[in-house]
């Protein structure tokens, strides 16, 4: 496996994005000082990007999750790490580098309810969305991409190129 050569999406349009971004989550969550909740470990980047374009005083908490293919029939999700903050009546935005079968989205948010929150919404830099198993759509998209597997701007392989400041095809 190795990477293309040239990006699929360059460090510039996901720069553009990250603000026009920043600026609907500004719009839509004024006053209301969200929770942005992290998914490590793929959204840091992504995370630290987006939280300096916002005018809106945040809070930044973090998550863990994991995916299985044990001996169910489809990979089920594990939280690995929760965050020590209550969630209880605030407006979490869950920070995600990629919604691709979606089961992580749905883990989280399955999570994330039984401290109830004010709202949830996620809001991921892609949307794979031919591959999504479970019933989640993002409510805000950098860029949806077609099956492809990418890496970069901290989408890893193996464990590998999070630090591309660009997003690759691996082919
Ligand atoms: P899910 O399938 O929506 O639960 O996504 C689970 C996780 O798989 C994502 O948060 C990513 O970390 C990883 N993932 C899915 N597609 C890709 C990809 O194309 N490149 C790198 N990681 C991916």
Redesign the pocket.
């Given at each position: 496996m190795k990477i293309s050569e040239r990006p699929l999406i360059a460090t510039a349009a996901i720069q553009e994005r990250i603000h026009e971004l920043a600026a609907q989550i500004d719009k839509d969550y004024k006053g209301k000082h969200p929770v942005l909740l992290i998914?490590l470990s793929?959204?840091f980047f992504f995370a630290a990007d987006l939280a300096r374009q916002l005018h809106e005083t945040v809070q930044i908490e973090f998550i863990r999750a994991q995916?299985y293919s044990g001996t169910q029939p489809g990979p089920t999700?594990r939280i690995t790490s929760a965050p020590e903050a209550s969630m209880t009546n605030r407006h979490v935005i869950l920070i995600?580098?990629?919604?691709?079968?979606?089961?992580?989205?749905t883990a989280i948010i399955k999570h994330l309810q039984t401290q109830r929150p004010a709202s949830i919404a996620v809001c991921a830099l892609?949307d794979?969305p031919s591959?999504r198993?479970?019933n989640?759509t993002p409510d805000y998209v950098g860029f949806t991409i077609e099956n492809?597997?990418?890496?970069g701007f901290g989408?890893?392989?193996d464990g590998l190129y999070r630090q591309l400041p660009a997003i690759y095809v691996?082919t």
């Open positions: 998914t793929g959204a995916s999700v995600e580098d990629i919604v691709d079968t979606g089961r992580t989205a892609l794979k591959r198993a479970a989640s492809h597997f990418v890496v989408l890893d392989y691996m």
